[in-house]
Structure formats: C-alpha cells, structure tokens
C-alpha cells in the first residue's frame, strides 16, 4: 500500500466494477480520465500547503527546495490563482467539474459543469441546500444533465479552459465572500456566484428549480450563522 492507502490494485478493481460491461478500449479511456483527476487532487494538495507554508512565513527559495525546482519555477507554478482562498472541498468540486467536462467530451467548461461538481461533493454546504430546496438530488442532477451539451465525439487530452461566464460565477463566488465578510470562499460561495450571472446556463437551472438570489444569499448567510455558532459551542 502506498502512503495514501490506495493501490494500483484498488483502482483496477475498482474501474473493473464499475464498468463491467466495458471493453478494454473504453477502460483506457475512463482510466485516463481518473488519472487525469487524481492529478488534479495532487496538484492541488501542493497548492494547499504552498498556501500554508507563505502565510507562516515561508520564502519561495524553502518552498522550491521543498518541492524540488527553483525558487523561479515554484513562484510561477504557484502563484495565487483565483482559488487561492478556496476550502478544500470548493477545490474538489472545481476538479468534478473538471471531471464532468472530459466525461461528457465537452471541449470547454461551462457553469453546469461547476453544479455538477458542488452536486458531486456532499460534505458542501451548497449540496446541503441544493437538496434542501428540491428534495432530491436526483432532481437537481436531472435538471442539470437536460441542460447540458450533446457529448462531444473524442476524448480530450490536457488542460479544458473554462468559459468566459464561468470565469465570471468564480469570480462572482469570491465577491459573494467579500460581501458576507466570509475570508474563505467555500461551496455556498460558488453557488451564490451561479445564480449571480443570471445568463448562464447553471443560473437558469437554478431559477427552474425555484431558487432566486436574494433567497439563496439568506439561506447561505443562515446556514453560515448556524455552523459557526455549533463550532464555537
């Protein structure tokens, strides 16, 4: 076993169960995407403790020493980005929607594709008021899969930029945070920053299934209050 307990063995019979039916060209596909996601997870596990090593004071030289490249290359791999306040689980949705992308064969990825990655992290404040307001999340997971494009027709390699209304809801969930006084910017942010661009695919999904943005941003607010004052308990 490796460190992280998982083994190359544990992912094989994992695919294998998964796709039982499959011929072994699709598995080379589905295991290129989980490749693909697990280095997603680590690149960002770097991220995390970057983060964490220059707020204590950390130089860029230690960091680059600590990863194994220049303290040049460590600053630019690095650099804050605009998930650089994200939680954990806001970043494991970026890279479902990530995920969802390649899996549908979408050359780009679009704002349903990040409601399909708040839909896919549970532990979310935003999956928790998701499911809340629709009873299901079959519903929600539904509503979204209608929206989304036909499939595209290969399987794609490398980086899937964003498309320019999902650079607007992620910047749109940072100001969401600002706005709350929040200096974090979780999964309820990202859902804020959905609804406020009010053009884009995931914001008329939202407004099908009866959310409106004043409605959301009393609920995230609420639901905020509540868990802070459980954990100062």
Known sequence: MSPLDISLADLIARLDEELPEADELARISEARLRAQTLSDLGDQ???????????????????????????????????????????????????????AARTHRHDSIGTEHL?????????????????AKTGSEQRVRDAIEE?????????????IAFRPETKEAIGQARRAAADLGHDW?????????????????????LRDLG???????????????????????
């Open 45 to 99: 596990l770097i991220d995390h403790y970057v983060s964490k090593a220059k707020r204590t004071g950390a130089s860029w030289t230690e960091i680059g020493d600590a990863i194994g490249v220049s303290k040049q290359a460590a600053q630019q791999r690095h650099a804050p980005g605009p998930f650089e306040r994200y939680t954990n689980l806001n970043r494991h949705s970026i890279v479902l929607a990530q995920e």
């Open 185 to 205: 910017v979780g999964t309820e942010h990202t859902l804020l920053g959905l609804i406020r661009v009010e053009e884009s695919p995931a914001a008329r999904i």
């Open 147 to 159: 929206a989304l494009p036909p499939a595209g027709d290969k399987v794609l390699r490398g980086h």
């Open 211 to 233: 959310f409106t943005s004043d409605e959301l941003q009393e609920t995230v607010t609420s639901e905020v209050a509540k868990r802070l004052a459980a954990r100062d308990k």
């Open 115 to 131: 409601l399909l990655g708040l839909l896919g992290e549970p532990r979310g404040l935003a999956y928790e008021v998701l499911v």
